[in-house]
């Protein structure tokens, strides 16, 4: 192993996990196979740095992922996760569900996979619905999965206090008679953070406390895949959140820096039938090591290490700024996300991410626009490019901002 691990060392790929700035030396688990270091010429490797994530406002998905992250890969065993014999594997799912108060978890591909599976596992036999906030993933950006994968109807309520779904908008929009006619409610899916706002506790409380008051129970599900930046904003703690829902998806790649990752959380039960779901949609994996690992790093040391919370106050900044400056918001800025108003400034959307890029940031084009995302490894040159460009489009000058972040 170390003669190998030194070969890769040699060729460049893996690097010393005292370069990376933003990861402290002691994140690297196994410092012995960072061996030789100084007979050996290191070359900067894509897991030494953010690269151009520092740059990039486009999603908290572009995190990159770091140098403790491929240490712990390097470390992982290797075991076959379908047979359930990989211990990493294991007693990552083991560590999940402790985490959020659950009694068991199941390592997924993607946020994606995690909601399906999730949704597909909670449904008996049609006719079925789904009750969810309009602008809720699983409804407008998941290729139509719950039609697809478990031919539900989606029922999409846009929440009369225009924030979040409360039990009011939920009373009004479920249905709970059996006539021949209906599609009974089954699933509440919800969303926190959604679009970077925060549903508040007490209202999924009540929600949740309704829904299993039902005859049958209706199943509670999260699509929590920022529900951590909702609890690094201080707004409930993860299991206070989690122990409303039957079921909760969690991403470790929004916004913790993972390659690949997302957990479903539930029963043991649910957890034994989520795993047919995930088999059957090819997310079975053999050495799911390679994922458990990086993704545990993440959670340690991202979420539960504290990044996140810099990542709010420096959204909040912008924000601040371009309010202050006669800009307007599409939703408030409650987490890491801000949703400039374009139209309102009479700003082109497409100019915008123009001149974006050619201040040297990236921003989000077609779909989405106007949305931008402050993630943990964002630099600071960064965020001033952006306040800059708020200045100058906002006095009225747009265009005239320099590329200079050469700096
Ligand atoms: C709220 C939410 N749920 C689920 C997903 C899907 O995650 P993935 O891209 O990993 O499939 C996303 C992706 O951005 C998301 O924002």
Not at 211 to 216: G, I, K, V
Not at 398 to 403: E, L, N, T, W
Request: charged share 20%; net charge neutral; with cysteine.
């Amino acid at each position: 192993m170390s003669s190998l691990v030194s070969n890769l060392k040699l060729e460049g790929v893996l690097s010393s996990p005292s370069t990376r700035k933003d990861v402290p030396a002691e994140a690297c688990q196994d410092k012995s196979i960072f061996i030789a270091e100084d007979r050996l010429a290191v070359r900067q490797t894509a897991w030494d740095s953010p690269g151009q994530a520092a740059y990039d406002f486009r999603s908290d998905y572009v995190t990159s992922p770091n140098g403790a992250m491929l240490s712990s890969i390097i470390n992982t065993s290797l075991l076959d996760d379908v047979m359930k014999e990989d211990p990493t594997t294991n007693s990552f799912q083991d560590f999940m569900a402790r985490l959020t108060g659950h009694e068991d978890s199941l390592l997924v591909m993607s946020g994606t996979m995690g909601n399906q599976v999730a949704l597909r596992t909670a449904l008996p036999a049609p006719p079925y619905s789904i009750l969810c906030d309009s602008r809720s993933h699983i409804l407008g950006m998941e290729a139509g999965g719950p039609a697809t994968l478990c031919g539900a109807l989606l029922e999409g309520v846009f929440p009369c206090n225009g924030h979040h779904l409360t039990i009011e908008d939920v009373k009004k929009h479920a249905t709970l008679r059996e006539d021949v006619y209906d599609c009974p409610t089954r699933i509440i899916s919800l969303e926190n953070t959604l679009s970077g706002t925060i549903m508040p506790l007490e209202d999924i409380r009540v929600i949740s406390s309704w829904a299993r008051s039902q005859n049958p129970p209706i199943h509670m599900h999260l699509d929590g895949a920022r529900l951590w930046e909702a609890v690094a904003a201080g707004a409930g703690s993860l299991k206070a959140y989690t122990s409303c829902f039957d079921s909760v998806s969690l991403c470790f790649t929004k916004g913790l820096g993972a390659p690949i990752g997302s957990i479903v959380i539930g029963s043991s039960s649910f957890i034994k039938r989520a795993r047919w779901m995930r088999k059957l949609l090819g997310g079975g994996i053999r050495a799911a090591g390679i994922v458990s690992a990086p993704a545990r790093v993440a959670v340690e040391h991202v979420f539960l290490g504290g990044h996140l919370r810099a990542s709010q106050d420096s959204a909040k900044q912008l924000s601040k700024l371009w309010l202050s400056l006669g800009g307007k918001l599409q939703y408030p800025t409650e987490t890491n996300m801000i949703w400039l108003d374009l139209d309102a400034a009479g700003i082109d959307k497409e100019r915008f991410a123009d001149l974006a890029q050619n201040a040297g940031v990236k921003t989000m084009r077609g779909r989405l626009q106007g949305r931008l995302i402050i993630h943990y490894q964002i630099c600071d040159h960064a965020l001033h490019v952006l306040a800059d460009l708020f200045v100058s489009l906002l006095a009225g000058n747009g265009g005239s901002i320099a590329k200079n972040n050469e700096g």
